[in-house]
C-alpha cells in the first residue's frame, strides 16, 4: 500500500510564460535584487549568452545562499524554484507560492510585461524498497501482477514503473492541463540515496492563449491560490487513504 501522509515534497516549480518579453538584464538585474535580497541573498549569475543561443537559455539566475530557492530569467520564460536541499529541509507549498507571485509581480513592474501562461510545479516522492512493485500493484489488475509458480504476470516484479495521465478542465477563470505523474527514481538528500515512488504534478494554463493573454497580478495570485487546492485534491484521488 501506498500511503499518501508518507509523501514529502521535493521541489516546487512556478513558471511565467512570456510573448513579446524585452530583457535588459543589466537594467532589471539592480531592482530584482533589491526587491527580492530578503529571500534571493546569494551571487547573482549573469550569463554571457551568444546572440544565436536558443531564447530558452537564462540571461540571468538568482539565488540564496544554499541555492535552494533559484529564480532564472530568459527571453521566454521566468522560472521560481525551491529544491530540498537536506533532509530537514522544508518550505511549504503556500509559502513558495507567496514567494513566486511576489517575484513575478516585482519582475512585471520592472519590465513592463506580463506573462501570458502561468504553470505550476510540485514534486512529491516517499522511500520505498520496491517502488516499481508498489506502484504496479497500486495501478494495475491483479492479473497483470501474479507471481505464482505455474503463472506469472507481466508486472509481477518490475524494478522500474511509470504512469502519466492528461486532463484538460475549467478551473475557475482558467482552462488547463493537469498532469500527473507517477514513477518510480532514487533520491540523494544530503549523503543518503533511496529509492523512491515519485509523484509529479504540473498545472498549466494553455499555450493557445500565449500571444492574446496579458495576466494581472491579482490573476497570477488566484492562479497559484487554486492550483494549491487543486493539487491537493488530485493527490487524494490517485491516493485514497484505505
Known amino acids: 500500500m501506498i500511503a499518501r501522509s508518507a509523501f514529502r515534497f521535493n521541489e516546487y516549480q512556478a513558471v511565467g510564460f512570456y510573448a513579446n518579453l524585452q ?13 527580492l535580497a530578503d529571500v534571493l541573498d546569494g551571487d547573482p549569475i549573469s550569463l554571457p549568452v551568444p546572440k ?22 530568459s527571453l521566454l520564460r521566468t522560472d521560481v524554484r525551491w529544491q530540498r536541499r537536506t533532509e530537514e529541509h522544508e518550505f511549504t507549498l503556500p509559502q513558495f507560492s507567496d514567494f513566486a507571485v511576489r517575484a513575478f509581480n516585482r519582475f512585471q513592474e520592472i519590465t513592463q510585461a506580463r506573462p501570458g501562461r502561468l504553470a505550476l510545479v510540485v514534486y512529491r516522492f516517499q522511500p520505498h524498497e520496491k517502488p516499481g512493485k508498489a506502484l504496479a500493484a497500486h495501478f494495475c489488475l491483479p492479473q497483470l501482477l501474479l507471481d505464482d509458480p505455474g503463472r506469472k504476470g507481466p508486472l509481477n516484479r518490475p524494478e522500474n514503473f511509470e504512469i502519466h495521465a492528461h486532463k484538460r478542465f475549467q478551473l475557475a477563470q482558467f482552462l488547463v492541463n493537469s498532469w500527473v505523474r507517477c514513477k518510480t527514481g532514487t533520491i540523494k538528500v544530503g549523503n543518503k540515496r533511496d529509492r523512491i515512488i515519485l509523484v509529479e504534478q504540473d498545472i498549466n494554463t494553455l499555450p493557445e492563449v500565449l500571444e492574446e493573454t496579458e495576466l494581472s497580478d491579482e490573476e497570477i495570485q488566484n492562479f497559484h491560490r487554486l492550483c494549491i487546492d487543486e493539487l491537493e485534491t488530485i493527490i487524494r484521488l490517485y491516493f485514497p487513504d484505505a
Open 52 to 73: 544565436e543561443a536558443p531564447p530558452e537559455v537564462p540571461r540571468l539566475i538568482l539565488g540564496n545562499k544554499d541555492q535552494s530557492i533559484r529564480m532564472e530569467v
Open 23 to 35: 530583457l535588459a538584464v543589466r537594467r532589471i538585474l539592480p531592482h530584482l535584487l533589491s526587491e
